[in-house]
C-alpha cells in the first residue's frame, strides 16, 4: 500500500499548528497527574495503574472553525490544540455516508488500519519506498506487535476525525480500493466508547462504565488479531485476560 503525500503535510501542519495556549494551567496539571492520559471522543481519561477516571477535557475557548473540532496533544502544561481541518481533508457527504481522502495516519509509514468501537486501530509502520520516516504524532498510543515477523507497530486512535466531531453515531473503517480513504455511515444504534452506560446500557466488549460512560481498559497496543494475544483477547489493540 504506497502511501500518499497528504500525511506528511498534515503532519507538520499539526506540529506547526499547536499553538493555541490553553488557560488553567495548573488545573491541567491536577487533572493529568496519572501515569496515562488520553482524549476519547469528547472525553479525557487518565489511568492510575490499571484504574481509569475522567477527567476534565480543556479546549481553546470559542468555536472550532470546523465541524470535525480540535484535536490536542499533549498534557498538563504542555496541552496544545489545533483545528483539526488543518492536519486533515475535510469530510464529503452524500446523504448518511461521509467519506475523507487521505485520512489521518500515525506517521508516513504504511499501514493497515481498522475501527472498533468509535477508536482507530493500525499496524504496520514500515516506510514507504523512498520516504524519510517521520515523527509519530502523539496523539496516536504506539507499540510493537506481539511475536510479529517481521516487526511491526501497532498504534491506537482513541479520538479519531468524525464527520461532525462526535464519535456516538457513526460507524467508520477504511477502504484501500483506489485512494486511501475514511468512510463513515451513519448508525444510531451502534455502541461505541464514550457512550453513556448504566445497568441496562451495557458498554461496547472491551470497555467497562465508569462514571457513567464507557472507557476502554488501561492501553498498551501490541495486537491485531486474538491469536497475538493467546491464552488473552485484543481489544483496542491492547492484550487483556480472559475474563476482564
Not at 486533515?88 to 504504511?110: I, L, N, Y
Amino acid at each position: 500500500m504506497p502511501w500518499l503525500p497528504w500525511t506528511s503535510r498534515s503532519t507538520l501542519a499539526l506540529t506547526l499548528t499547536m499553538s493555541v495556549t490553553l488557560a488553567s494551567a495548573c488545573s491541567r496539571k491536577a487533572a493529568d497527574r496519572d501515569d496515562l492520559c488520553a482524549d476519547i471522543g469528547s472525553i479525557r481519561a487518565c489511568w492510575t495503574g490499571a484504574a481509569a477516571r475522567i477527567v476534565p477535557r480543556t479546549l481553546p475557548k470559542g468555536t472550532a472553525p470546523s465541524a470535525m473540532g480540535w484535536r490536542c496533544v499533549g498534557a498538563a502544561g504542555a496541552r496544545r490544540c489545533a483545528a483539526r481541518a488543518a492536519s486533515a481533508a475535510a469530510f464529503v457527504c452524500s446523504g448518511a455516508t461521509c467519506e475523507q481522502r487521505h485520512p489521518r495516519m500515525p506517521d508516513d509509514g504504511e499501514w493497515r488500519c481498522s475501527d472498533s468501537g468509535g477508536a482507530t486501530i493500525c499496524a504496520g509502520g514500515e516506510p514507504a519506498a523512498g520516504v524519510t520516516p517521520t515523527v509519530v504524532d502523539t496523539s496516536w498510543l504506539c507499540g510493537q506487535r506481539r511475536g510479529a515477523t517481521p516487526p511491526e507497530r501497532v498504534c491506537v486512535d482513541f479520538s479519531p476525525d468524525f464527520p461532525d466531531g462526535n464519535m456516538d453515531g457513526w460507524r467508520c473503517r477504511t477502504l484501500y480500493d483506489g485512494p486511501v480513504r475514511r468512510v463513515c455511515e451513519r448508525d444510531a444504534s451502534g455502541r461505541t466508547l464514550t457512550a453513556a452506560c448504566d445497568a441496562g446500557r451495557p458498554c461496547v466488549d472491551g470497555s467497562r462504565c465508569v462514571d457513567g460512560r464507557c472507557l476502554p481498559d488501561r492501553p498498551a497496543p501490541a495486537c491485531v488479531l486474538q491469536t497475538d494475544c493467546a491464552p488473552g483477547r485484543c481489544r483496542f489493540g491492547s492484550c487483556q485476560a480472559e475474563g476482564t
